[in-house]
């Protein structure tokens, strides 16, 4: 049996994704994320002692160029792609690369294109049902019609709004790289979302409190992205957090340490916990129904994840059953500040 050349071993070990050198169905060298994944003493062994994946077998034992997606070779759910290329001599270069990260994106991609239709679809087909009862021959009694002509005009502003979002979320991932350097003040950022809310809060039956302090907090940002994530913000409060007996949204503005903290409290039903890590995510929703009856897109919180990402600061939500729910964006205070 040959031994693999020292040049050969350095350069697998160089190698992050785990990597063997095989010939005549023996593992000549193996580096270290491949002794990891397939035990410490697969080197000098026969390979199937360590790799028992009948189809990543048959690929490497053939020894010819061939690449292969698989799951099960180190466990039951893992997603694989399998390499192998030929280096001469009857040997082979065999390089395992974990797919989960790849696979997970792909799926998260579906989703969101399955959600975005379903979001769509639902105010189409209810647009299109009604035009078609508007273009029929025959009577139609007034009340009738404008009460048509309502459903329609509404569920089109819904679409407006869903697009418009999925376009503002488009726009903040593309500069999702380009750390903003503006000094805003973030009290002012605070009060003017909150006076854009305030209207929804009038009819709401609720109060919006903002606690400011008596400096200004400068934080480094995009103003108008700013604005965006307090106002979604407040207007989730407001409309999920108010209620009979929860009448007021809190938003503070104060300095911790290096960063500018916006916080929004409310008083309202709160969330259960299985919810809180998804909240994130594009088009999920706690109460579907809800957030559609209190115009809703599903995608708020998307947003804000991603312009307090691009900001490199953080979000937190915290919130319990009949507690209400705490939302804080920490952002990063201009240097030398």
């Not at 026969?46 to 160029?65: M, N, S, T, V």
């Not at 300095?255 to 929004?264: K, M, N, S, T």
Request: proline residues 3%; glycine residues 8%.
């Amino acid at each position: 049996m040959a031994i693999a050349p020292l040049s050969a071993t350095a350069l697998i070990e160089a190698l992050d994704e785990p990597a063997l050198i095989v010939e005549s169905g023996f593992t000549l060298a193996a580096n270290v994320a491949a002794r990891t994944l397939f035990g410490t003493s697969i080197v000098g062994r026969d390979l199937r002692f360590a790799i028992r994946h009948p189809q990543a077998l048959q690929a490497i034992l053939a020894g010819k160029h061939r690449d292969l997606a698989l799951v099960g070779l180190a466990n039951a759910e893992q997603p694989w792609q399998l390499s192998v290329r030929p280096i001469g001599k009857g040997a082979c270069l065999v390089r395992v690369t974990d797919r989960s990260v790849a696979v997970a994106a792909e799926r998260m991609r579906v989703d969101f294109v399955a959600n975005a239709s379903h979001e769509l679809r639902t105010p189409l087909a209810t647009i299109s049902g009604f035009a078609e009862t508007l273009a029929e021959d025959g009577p139609l009694d007034e009340d009738a019609r404008r009460k048509f002509g309502a459903t329609i005009h509404n569920e089109a502003a819904r679409m407006l709004r869903i697009i418009e979002d999925l376009m503002g979320l488009s726009r903040i991932e593309a500069d999702r790289f380009v750390a903003p350097r503006t000094t805003i003040d973030l009290g002012a950022v605070a009060r003017i979302a909150s006076q854009q809310v305030a209207a929804l809060a009038e009819r709401k039956g609720c109060s919006i409190e903002v606690v400011t302090g008596d400096a200004a907090i400068a934080v480094t940002g995009d103003h108008a992205q700013l604005v965006q994530v307090a106002d979604n913000l407040v207007t989730n409060a407001v409309r999920y957090g108010c209620g009979a007996n929860a009448g007021t949204v809190r938003v503070e503005v104060f300095l911790d340490g290096a960063r500018g903290v916006l916080r929004v409290i409310d008083q309202g039903d709160g969330i259960a916990a299985d919810h809180l890590p998804r909240l994130t995510e594009r088009f999920y929703r706690v109460d579907s129904a809800r957030s559609r009856e209190s115009g809703g897109t599903g995608l708020g919180l998307a947003i804000v994840k991603h312009i307090v990402e691009r900001h490199r600061g953080t979000l937190d939500i915290r919130s319990r059953l009949g507690a209400g729910t705490i939302v804080e964006v920490r952002l990063p205070v201009p240097e030398g500040d």
